[in-house]
């Protein structure tokens, strides 16, 4: 993406585009800036794309961050469970 923009390439366009016989500057003018107002209006379009897509994943990094907490939770709760069954077992086993 082109975020510094040369604006010389414009203006050596504009100069380029002045007939000989002294076309009316004025439309140059105005032709030139509906140029560069498309040109930035694309360049907006592909930012809120870009935007859109960045938003997108975002979210789903949110979603997949959840699940791992989730699962963390899980298996957190799985394993001091086991621990305390081998803590009673072994703690029975010796008292016998």
Do not use: W
């Amino acid at each position: 993406m082109c975020y510094g923009h040369n604006h010389s390439s414009s203006r050596n366009t504009l100069r380029s585009r002045r007939s000989p016989d002294g076309e009316n500057e004025d439309s140059v003018v105005v032709d030139d800036l509906r140029d560069r107002i498309a040109e930035t209006e694309a360049r907006l379009r592909r930012a809120r794309a870009r935007e859109a897509e960045l938003n997108r994943r975002l979210e789903q990094m949110k979603r997949f961050v959840s699940v791992m907490e989730i699962m963390e939770a899980f298996l957190e709760r799985r394993f001091q469970e086991q621990k305390d069954r081998i803590s009673r077992l072994f703690s029975s086993v010796s008292t016998k």
